[in-house]
């Protein structure tokens, strides 16, 4: 287990300053990693920077090889990774593991797609004279992670910055930063050079500085963030001072249809598995179900024997399916949204309390009667709450889904053809899954509209948040 930034290749302790990073499920304390000073995140930009330029030069082929290196070696500690994982985040070890190879399929796919850095050569207008457009790296970029997936969300950035060849300097969560740093072990091995990848953990009274620090650097030239639309938003306004290029993948509140031609199994366990991934502590996890008048009693019932059964405990132990919440305040915040909820007239038919595994679980929670006004149907919950509403029309559940500033995901269940497209075509969301409760893939753009962010993650969009668009003009030939 490395507790040591990473940093020009090595592993550096900055004079001993360190934050302690815990066991959520057990409150065990696993380790104290070093708290990055603001000398040492110095140090990273300018190694960065000069490392960049190098790598950024490299032949695509070569930078695809590091990259197929460094998924090979994910992918072959992907028991410990899970492992470590599981240790500083909670989730099931089995969620760990999924999480593990989701994230390397991303820098799989971009070692393969780093090879296609296309440009192209338009008509020129003119005799004896050339244009041609050629895509370059972007330059050194900031990635800025969140605790959910401690894994997932540096692959899937740092992956596509690697392959347009820019250097990243990585800020994980000050909750996970074991499995970050876990990652940078892998990637040493892999043979990147020096100062290419380098992680620099701070703890949370450090994090602004970290935020500021990379905002302040006109060396920095791109920032690429998940995390809350409030601190999202923090970063837009720092990076104007440079005009450094952002991604924000920032805060959801997805609903999640059920229309009265759906498959209600289905439908329901599409939820299900939306819902407890992760505890609820998912950007794109269904926050309002909205439910049409005619399946209400069907879903509420089925859902009802659902969330009984969930089996919660340490994401160590076999069959567990709903681990702990990340800390003390992510438990407050549910609890929080279920008081609001009761107050205002909704019903609590499964859970509703903290549950006796530890202070940091919650019951899997299943409540009726949301409606607007209330905390749970406004906010993102990001815990183990199913919180239900009717609806009568198809444009009613469409102006519900859409009654809220934020657009990451939207989900929809519906047997009919014609609905199918209205229904995509009418929620206002980055990312609408028809049908199924889980879209995550590598082979899809991942990102929202309105309050929920700026670019795309994954596919060839994610590669393009890397690159500059040069023209080159050649008069004289
Ligand atoms: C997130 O919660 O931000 C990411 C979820 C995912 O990639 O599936």
Redesign the pocket.
Known sequence: MHTQAYVHGQWRSDGGATFAVMNPATGEHLANVTDSSDGLVAEAIAAGELAGRAWGRLPAKDRAQRLKAWHAELVRRAKDLAALMTAEQGKPLAEARGEVL?GAAFVEWYAEEARRLEGFIPEAGLPGREIQVRREPVGLAAIIT?W??PM??IA?KAAAALAAGCAVVVKPAEATPLTALAMAEAAEVAGFPAGVFQVLPVGRERAPVWGAAVTADPRVRKISF?GSTAVGRWLYERAAANIQRLSL?LG?NAPFLIFDDADVTAAVLGLMAGKF??AG?????PNRVLVQASVWDEVVERLRAEVQRLRVGPGTEPGVEVGPLIHAEAVAKVRAHVADALAQGAQCLVGGQAHPAGPNFWQPTLLTGLTPGMRAFREETFGPLLALSRFETEEEGIALANDTPFG?AAYAYSQGHARIHRVSRGLDAGMVAINTG???SELLP?GGVKTSGLGR?GTRLGLDEFCEWKSITIAGL
Do not use: D, K, V, W
């Open positions: 989701y969140p959910n997936f997932a969300m899937r998940t993948e959801g991934r992760n502590q998912t950007c794109i996890s990451l889980s879209f995550s991942f993650e």
